[in-house]
């Protein structure tokens, strides 16, 4: 057993924003390497909500046994901001006093890690640790989930490569990606697509048509295209959203751009073309061995930091380095490398 700085007794875990694969793994991890330093651990459940509810569970070693290759979170997960309402933030208070909770741990994406920012200027110690399939987030290098959601969506093009081909179709892929197409971007690259659509570079329908007339007249009858849920084209300031509906940090529901462009080839060369949006599929199931591997590392980081009193920090992994950096710098949107996106286009 190590020793123990005696300021802490006992750690918060909670896991906030879109689930993804590998949370498990974390929640495991950092159980574990707390008990080895003999603090205790509270899991929070559902994000920010559980703790301005009051709704935790202690987390022991048995808690965690069995839960590293599960996907989801067995915590619970969602896109509460207690900063939206003065009483919660005063129930949150309320209640880190009332369960003895003397750190946190919070796992999620830049809206979870900006309330964890707000919580470390009113002097609460958190760690924060990168989550999301989007791998938006700035300071690290990925994001723990984003390998599995890419395998997903490697496999996914993969199988329309297949029946396009049969059929000598066009093939539309929608994927997920906000803000920053990583996820198109290096899935496409895997998965040899033939136009990638991303938030980062607004595109001209024109243009997009072009390329698929100039394979279509190299002989190559079909064609698979994948876009970012975020992308849009060139006339177009918003996103597109089917719903509507808008959660708790101002965030639209997206979806629909994939439909959008699909009819627009279809119309414009007048070839067969299909729309497939893989949706919460790529967040779903079993976290690949890289991602296990990498929220294990966070895991045990982040408990190790709160050891070390090193507050305010986002543990993120830098080259071959898991090192801590503040998060305040971390929630910024990391944009597609443009030279990685260029590269993807002598494919096109
Ligand atoms: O977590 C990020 C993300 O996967 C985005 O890419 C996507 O827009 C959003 O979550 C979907 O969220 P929800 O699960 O609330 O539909």
Redesign the pocket.
């Known amino acids: 057993m190590k020793e123990n700085n005696h300021q802490i007794k006992t750690i918060g875990v909670l896991t906030g ?4 694969p590998g949370l498990n793994a974390v929640i495991r991890a950092v159980v574990k390497t707390a008990n080895q330093y003999d603090y205790s651990v509270i899991g929070i459940r559902n994000g920010w909500k559980g703790i301005v509810d009051g709704d935790v569970e202690p987390l022991t070693d048995f808690s965690v046994t069995g839960i590293l290759p599960k996907g989801g979170t067995i915590l619970g997960t969602s ?1 509460t901001n207690p900063f939206k309402d003065e009483g919660h933030v005063q129930q949150m208070l309320t209640n880190l006093k009332r369960f003895g909770i003397d750190a946190l741990v919070a796992i999620g ?1 830049d809206d979870t890690l900006s309330v964890a920012a707000r919580l470390h200027e009113m002097e609460i110690p958190v760690i924060g640790i990168p989550k ?3 791998n938006d987030i700035s300071c690290t290098d990925y994001t723990f989930g984003f390998d599995t959601a890419v395998s997903i969506v490697t496999d996914a093009i993969d199988r329309l490569h297949t029946t396009a081909e049969s059929h000598h179709r066009i093939m539309v892929l929608e994927v ?3 803000h920053a197409g990583w ?1 198109a971007t290096i899935s496409g690259i895997a998965g040899g697509a033939d136009q990638i659509l991303i938030p980062e570079v607004p595109f001209d329908i024109e243009e997009v048509c072009e390329g698929l007339r100039s394979r279509f007249n190299r002989g190559k009858k079909f064609s698979i295209v994948v876009i970012a ?2 992308a849009k084209p060139i006339n177009r300031d918003d996103f597109v959203t089917i719903s509507g509906k808008v ?1 708790e940090f101002g ?1 639209e ?3 629909g751009i994939g439909q959008i462009l699909g009819r627009e080839i279809e119309n414009r060369l007048n070839a067969e073309t299909r729309v497939t949006v893989l ?2 599929v ?2 779903g199931g079993s976290p690949t061995a890289h991602d296990r591997v990498l929220a294990t590392r966070y895991g045990v980081t982040a408990i190790q930091e709160i050891h070390r009193g090193n507050f305010g920090k986002m543990v993120a992994l830098q080259g071959d380095h898991i090192v801590p950096v503040p998060i305040t710098d971390a929630i910024h949107q990391k944009k597609v490398d443009m030279d990685l996106y260029n590269m993807a286009k002598i494919f096109f």
């Open positions: 924003g879109g689930d993804c896109r994406g999301t399939i989007d997920m990606g906000r996820i849920e975020g959660d965030h529901q997206l979806g949706g919460h790529q967040r």
